[in-house]
């Protein structure tokens, strides 16, 4: 069945550092891809989001890069901050009548001050 | 801003009960999803439901259904509860999306956590 990989599980990283988390898809119907934060206790987020028509998109200082070739997309935080420490999810989305989506593991990054 | 609401923050159930997880949003959205968060195990999609009436199975439906009567509200049921479906549960809804080719975020619930002993 469809499939998503995230890795790493863990970053920890230094305050102004930058931080990149990858993931995989398996179904090559998947065509909108999102990232969610999630904060201790509570609900996922979205923080960015691209489209497989999109092969890359920049909201301040986070962007997001996709390669539809490789089934491969990633997310990209600069001048991290401690307030960036939290969960962060992919997931890739297709239409199936509905339109199912599918979550990665999970990356919980630290940022140290 | 949507609003997406769960019945029951916490709940402690028994071994063999039947469970009812509440879902209702408030934004008119189509697709309607049912996830269980695990450590280490991301979220994992239960059930999803893109109309009244319509469901899908996702990854793991084994011991769980669902009902979406109305548009505005999915619910997940667990017919014998067992221990190992002792999770945080989320429900999440989403719109249609750009001509219905490309989803739309999904907006989630605060979860309910269900303890079964």
């Known amino acids: 069945g469809e499939n998503v990989e995230q890795h790493p599980s863990t970053l920890s990283v230094q305050e102004g550092d930058s931080a990149v988390i990858k993931c995989t898809y398996s179904d090559s119907a998947s065509n909108y891809f999102p990232w969610y934060k999630q904060e201790l206790g509570k609900r996922p987020q979205l923080i960015i989001d691209i489209r497989s028509n999109v092969g890359e998109k920049k909201d301040q200082r986070i962007a997001v890069t996709l390669n539809k070739t490789a089934k491969h997309f990633s997310l990209h935080i600069t001048e991290t901050q401690p307030e960036d420490s939290a969960v962060y999810f992919c997931?890739?989305?297709?239409?199936?009548?509905?339109?199912?989506?599918?979550f990665g593991a999970g990356t919980r990054l630290f940022v140290k001050a | 801003d949507v609003k997406v609401t769960q019945s029951s923050r916490y709940l402690v159930k028994r071994t063999g009960e039947k469970v009812f997880l509440e879902c209702v949003q408030d934004?008119?959205?189509?697709?309607m999803f049912w996830y269980r968060q695990d450590p280490g195990l991301g979220l994992r999609l239960i059930y999803f439901s893109y109309d009244v009436k319509m469901k899908e199975k996702g990854d793991i439906p084994e011991g769980y259904s669902v009902s979406r009567e109305k548009k505005e509200r999915f619910s997940l049921i667990l017919e014998s509860a067992s221990t190992n479906q002792t999770s945080m549960y989320l429900c999440?809804?989403?719109?249609?999306?750009?001509?219905?080719?490309?989803?739309?975020?999904?907006?989630f619930g605060n979860g309910t956590r269900l303890t079964v002993t």
């Open positions: 999440a809804s989403s719109g249609m999306g750009q001509g219905a080719i490309y989803n739309s975020p999904l907006h």
């Open positions: 934004m008119d959205h189509e697709n």
């Open positions: 997931a890739a989305s297709r239409y199936t009548g509905g339109f199912k989506t599918i």
